[in-house]
């Protein structure tokens, strides 16, 4: 049923509980994951002489957070790949479930604004991605 799922990761200790489920479901259903992590770049610097210095260093952060959890996701069996984005996470990861057309997206949950009743429960970034998903999403708490 699953072929393709989406991991989106921020690199907490929460999306590594939320991986075990990712792995799980990708074992029982033999599906490729793609590995998701967005970060965006603090623009309160960029005048800086440094500011070159500093964003190659959050591209191998982010590369970094990446390439674990692939890893993980290799060492316990499964296909997995990385993908790395520069830009606000909720387009990071619906911009993946469709190229990669993405039967699944698994994602944690947190509570950050609480500008609705669904942020409140789910998070902005989660709230966001169940509302225009092209495909099921498992919002994991």
Same mark, same amino acid.
């Given at each position: 049923? *699953?072929?393709? @799922? @989406? *991991? %989106?990761?921020d690199g907490s200790a929460t999306a590594d509980r939320v991986l075990l489920y990712t792995e799980h479901v990708?074992? #029982? $259903? $033999?599906? !490729?994951?793609?590995? #998701?992590?967005? &970060? $965006?770049?603090? !623009?309160? &610097?960029?005048? %800086? $002489?440094?500011?070159?210095?500093?964003k190659a260093q959050f591209r191998v952060v982010a590369e970094e957070v990446a390439e674990d959890a692939v890893s993980e996701l290799e060492r316990g069996g499964v296909q997995a790949i990385a993908v790395v984005r520069q830009g606000p996470a909720p387009q990071a990861i619906l911009d993946a479930a469709r190229v990669h057309k993405a039967d699944l997206i698994v994602m944690g949950s947190r509570v950050r604004g609480r500008e609705n009743v669904a942020e409140m429960l789910l998070g902005s970034v989660s709230a966001y991605v169940l509302r225009y998903a092209p495909c099921p999403v498992l919002a994991v708490p």
């Open positions: 049923m *699953f072929k393709t @799922i @989406i *991991f %989106a990761t990708a074992r #029982v $259903e $033999e599906a !490729q994951v793609v590995v #998701v992590h967005a &970060y $965006e770049l603090p !623009q309160t &610097y960029e005048w %800086a $002489e440094g500011y070159d210095g500093l």
